[in-house]
Each structure stands twice: as structure tokens, then as C-alpha cells.
């Protein structure tokens, strides 16, 4: 994916400034930075679901900038939202079932290898799964497509700890054994250096600084992600 000279604006508050970044086939970025930077509005622009002013949004080799949300389905983009936005009221299997709609397949066996926890609750309602249940319940949904790109925002987000380390060790299939391509917002450093192989960081609205993740230095922190 290649994002270009991106930007966004919420009435008139200009929100995203000239937005760049390149997330390479195969790799797993991290976009990090403090509270109100605008990265999950950068998240919702890539999916649609905020309108872009200028800008392209590149995703093998078409044009996501001015297209519908529902667009990015069919081109084998995942989402999984801040909060997660499962279906409270629908069973952990209906749940899975709303994210075949694009796809009209069956659901994905690997889904439940990686969530064995999933098959266990299918009558379950979403809305009685523990935090961390939820957001492996959010995965499984997302992964329903067969996605070439997954997006996450703060996966990590409220969760106890060993789910935490699960969802790290999923990730990491997910990218490095599998060859997904992911796009995630993290702001638990340590869980960012598990999962990511690159990182990019926004402040104000602009991007500030990026790299392969071993290049995320003290000095770095100290100035953008530091509160």
C-alpha cells in the first residue's frame, strides 16, 4: 500500500497534512504516536469511511482515495476497529457470518485454528465474551474475507495481558508465516517491537519519522511517543 500527499479535513480543522507512507508487501507496520495525532482518522480515510481531500491511497494498483467504503472488501482489505464494534447482540458463529457477506464463501478453517476459543462459544452472544474474546472474535470476523491487508486499531487496547501475548503470536503467523500484510496502531511499545518489522509516526497531523523497527530509537521515543 502507498499513500501519497494525503489529506483530510473535519469541517474546517485541517486534520491530515500531506500524508506519506509506503507499507511494503509482506511487511507489518506500526503507526505509533500520541493521543490525537490522527491515526485512526488516517485508518478511516484508508478504509473509507472519512473522506480524503487530496491525496491517493495505492492498494495493488488502484485508487482507494475516492472509492466507497465497501470498495475495500472486495480488494481484500480487513479492518478491525478501534473498540472492536462486534455485535453485542448476534452469536460469536453470526458474528463470523457478517464478514463473509463480501466474499460469499465459507468461512476460513483458519479461524478457528487460530481461536479455538471461537469454536467453543458459537452460540455465545458477542456481548458475553470477555475484552480479550472480543477482540479475537474482531479478528476472526476480519479474517473472514481472506484478507491481503489487515488493519487494526489497537488491537491491545483493554485487554488482560495473556490475551495480549495470543494476539502478539497471531500477528506474527499472520505476517511472517502467512505473508499477510499489516497495518496496525499500537501504542504498547514492547508488543510494537514483537509484532512490526517497520514503524512510521505521526504528531499534529503529519508524519515525523519512520523506519524498520529496530531503527525506533530512545531518541525518537522521547520526543513523539513519551506523554
Known amino acids: 500500500m502507498k499513500i501519497s500527499n494525503l489529506d483530510h479535513y473535519y469541517g474546517e480543522s485541517h486534520t491530515l497534512w500531506d500524508i506519506d507512507m509506503e507499507i511494503e508487501k509482506g511487511a507489518c507496520m506500526c503507526l505509533m504516536g500520541r493521543n490525537g495525532v490522527g491515526k485512526t482518522t488516517l485508518l478511516k480515510c484508508i478504509m473509507g469511511l472519512e473522506p480524503v481531500k487530496n491525496g491517493k491511497i495505492l492498494f495493488n494498483e488502484t485508487d482507494f482515495?475516492?472509492?466507497?467504503?465497501?470498495q475495500r472488501a472486495r480488494h481484500k482489505i480487513a479492518y478491525v476497529p478501534q473498540g472492536r464494534e462486534i455485535f453485542s447482540q448476534l452469536t460469536v458463529e453470526e458474528n463470523l457470518a457478517t464478514g463473509l457477506?463480501?466474499?460469499?464463501?465459507?468461512?476460513?478453517t483458519l479461524i478457528y485454528e487460530l481461536f479455538p476459543v471461537l469454536k467453543e462459544m458459537l452460540n455465545r452472544r458477542g456481548g458475553d465474551l470477555s475484552g480479550g474474546q472480543q477482540q479475537q472474535l474482531a479478528i476472526g470476523r476480519a479474517l473472514a474475507i481472506e484478507p491481503e491487508?489487515?488493519?487494526?486499531?489497537?488491537?491491545?487496547?483493554?485487554?488482560?495481558?495473556?490475551?495480549?501475548?495470543e494476539i502478539g503470536d497471531i500477528i506474527n503467523k499472520l505476517n511472517k508465516d502467512l505473508g499477510l500484510t499489516v497495518l496496525l496502531v499500537e501504542q504498547k511499545l514492547p508488543f510494537a517491537r514483537k509484532v512490526a518489522s517497520d514503524f512510521s509516526i505521526m504528531e499534529k497531523g503529519s508524519m515525523m519519522?519512520?523506519?524498520?523497527?529496530?531503527?525506533?530509537?530512545?531518541?525518537?521515543?522521547?520526543?513523539?511517543?513519551k506523554v
Open 149 to 165: 491487508l489487515l488493519i487494526l486499531d489497537e488491537p491491545t487496547e483493554g485487554i488482560q495481558p495473556n490475551i495480549v501475548s
Open 65 to 70: 482515495s475516492s472509492k466507497p467504503s465497501e
Open 209 to 225: 519519522a519512520g523506519g524498520k523497527i529496530n531503527e525506533l530509537n530512545d531518541d525518537l521515543i522521547d520526543r513523539y511517543l
Open 101 to 108: 457477506i463480501a466474499s460469499g464463501k465459507k468461512l476460513p
